[in-house]
Each structure stands twice: as structure tokens, then as C-alpha cells.
């Protein structure tokens, strides 16, 4: 069964620029979760996504941060624009629908804004 | 809210010792939690998950339990390895599909 695909894994950008990640989730899962990982802390959720609808969204910086899951397969996450303190890990995971099922995760993206 | 914490934040023990990782969570009303071990610059792998009518789930030399009542799940690790050297991650499940993470703990194992 192939896991949950992310890309770039690296990226590197100036503050002000803009940047977007993509994310492929296992087949079948319906639900897509972003996660925010600063240096030295645990995920953070982002974004929850119900195949397509948003079920959660409520820690997005929606003033520069948006994602959409086109079609409930492949999603994408935006930043624009980015800040210094943007500067961390996302990492996209998936599951079944159903409660307490397990989420499986990406390898992630390692974002660095100089 | 649900707060998740993890204690120690770091440990260092040598090669063969039996260890705990600790984890407690604010909020009961857990669907379940999981536990996830983190390699540097990778993503999340889950190790073992314990859905809250369970007590404890084992995988090899993983024991992981968890006691609701008083908010609290621990990671066992026996006869532990230089390759077992890793961050460890509790993530408590609060229904609505949200999952809280600790920070987790960073474990080095010394041959």
C-alpha cells in the first residue's frame, strides 16, 4: 500500500514570497489532515478535510495560509506571504472515515523563510 | 482544550536499559491515542494505538497503556536499542476527528 505522498521536501523562499505544498493521501482515505510542526514542538492541526469539505480550520492564519482539496483526492496548502515565523515542517496525513481510526503521515516538507 | 504533555522532554539512556515514556492529556473524553516515533528530518511513523476502551497494546518490545481516568498513557520500551533513538510523540484523538500532539520526547539510546 503506498503511503502518503508529499512534495517538495525541502524549500527555501524570502519572506514576502509566496509557496505551496502538495499532498497525495493514501487511496480511499476521506479524510486529509495539514499539520504545522515548529523546531522543538509537536504538530499542530491546520486544516481537516472531510473528502472535499473543511471540517476544521480554525488554527489556519487565514489572512496568508489556504488549502483546498479539489475532487477529495490530492490537496494543496498555500502560504502568501510567508514570514519568518512560517519557518517549519508540514506534514500532511490521511485516514478512513470513522471516529479514532489511525492516521498515517508524509514524510513532510521542511519550509525555510530567510 | 485538551493539552496533551509529555515528560521527560529528553532522554539519554545506554543500550539494553528497559524505559518509560510518559504522556498525560487534560481532557478524558478521548477517542483514542496514539503513539507516533519521529526519525530527524522525516515524517511521523505511528507505533501504536490504543482506542479508549482498551487498556494497553503491544508491538514487539512496545507496550503502550493508557488509563483514562486519570489522564495519563505510557510507552514502554524493553531492552532498548541505539536504532530505537528517535522523538516520541503521544497524540490524544478528542473526537471531531481532532488529534492533539504532545511535544513529544527525544530519546538517544548510547551503544
Do not use: M
Not at chain 1, 5 to 29: D, L, M, T
Not at chain 2, 17 to 34: G, H, K, M, P, R
Not at chain 2, 54 to 66: C, Y
Not at chain 2, 69 to 81: F, K, N, V
Amino acid at each position: 500500500e503506498a503511503g502518503v505522498a508529499q512534495s517538495p521536501r525541502y524549500k527555501i523562499i524570502e519572506k514576502r514570497q509566496s509557496v505551496a505544498f502538495w499532498c497525495n493521501p493514501i487511496s480511499g482515505h476521506a479524510t486529509l489532515y495539514w499539520y504545522q510542526q515548529i523546531l522543538g514542538q509537536g504538530p499542530k492541526l491546520l486544516i481537516q478535510f472531510q473528502n472535499n469539505g473543511v471540517v476544521d480550520d480554525s488554527q489556519l492564519p487565514k489572512d496568508r495560509f489556504s488549502a483546498e482539496r479539489l475532487k477529495g483526492v490530492d490537496s494543496t496548502l498555500k502560504i502568501q506571504p510567508a514570514k519568518l515565523e512560517d519557518s517549519a515542517v508540514y506534514l500532511c496525513a490521511s485516514s478512513q472515515t470513522g471516529v479514532g481510526t489511525e492516521a498515517f503521515f508524509g514524510q513532510g516538507t521542511r519550509l525555510t523563510v530567510v | 482544550k485538551q493539552e496533551v504533555t509529555q515528560i521527560p522532554a529528553a532522554l539519554s539512556v545506554p543500550e539494553g536499559e528497559n524505559l518509560v515514556l510518559n504522556c498525560s492529556f487534560t481532557d478524558s473524553a478521548i477517542y483514542n491515542l496514539q503513539w507516533f516515533r519521529q526519525d530527524p528530518g522525516k515524517g511521523l511513523t505511528s507505533l501504536l494505538l490504543i482506542q479508549s476502551s482498551q487498556r494497553e497494546q503491544t508491538s514487539g518490545r512496545l507496550n503502550a497503556s493508557l488509563d483514562k481516568s486519570s489522564g495519563r498513557s505510557t510507552l514502554y520500551i524493553a531492552a532498548s536499542q541505539p536504532g530505537d533513538s528517535a522523538t516520541y510523540l503521544c497524540a490524544a484523538d478528542t473526537g471531531g476527528f481532532k488529534t492533539i500532539f504532545g511535544a513529544g520526547t527525544r530519546l538517544f539510546v548510547k551503544a
